[in-house]
């Protein structure tokens, strides 16, 4: 069996990476927009509110990359908060330094997903959250 990777790509992951190395997996902290893996390293790949934080300007070239280490066939999950449109740091954040977020349009993140992906499901749930929702993808 492949071993399994964990790699997260913000501050408040490293006693996530530290917990899985002591159960065995290889667990990485890096940056979308430079993944240190060869083309076509995973089968799968799911990101759960990760993307949140990257600008929509950008969405396109991280997702570009994520493309590059899926093969071919591969199955990509994406799940994180959006709809209003709104980016920004915000000033509730109890991260010091604060996160910069990007609540992307569904319509936006459709589109640029389906630049790089067949799209198979795109849902939203309601979370209550003001004017944002869950988006599954």
Not at 71 to 78: A, M, P, Y
Request: one cysteine or more; a negative charge; glycine letters at 6%.
């Amino acid at each position: 069996m492949a071993p399994r990777f964990e790699i997260s790509d913000s501050v408040s992951s490293r006693p996530m990476v530290t917990h899985c190395r002591t159960v065995g997996l290889v667990s990485v902290q890096m940056d979308y927009y430079d993944i240190p893996f060869q083309d076509e390293t995973f089968d799968a790949i799911w990101s759960l509110n990760t993307l949140l934080h990257v600008p929509l300007h950008s969405l396109s070239t991280v997702l570009l990359e994520i493309q590059r280490v899926l093969i071919d066939d591969g199955l990509f999950f994406l799940g994180c908060y959006g709809g209003s449109g709104k980016e920004g740091i915000l000033d509730k954040d109890h991260y010091e330094p604060k996160r910069f977020f990007s609540f992307k349009k569904d319509d936006d993140l459709n589109r640029i997903a389906r630049d790089h992906f067949n799209v198979f499901d795109f849902h939203t749930v309601d979370t209550g959250l003001s004017n944002n929702h869950f988006q599954s993808l």
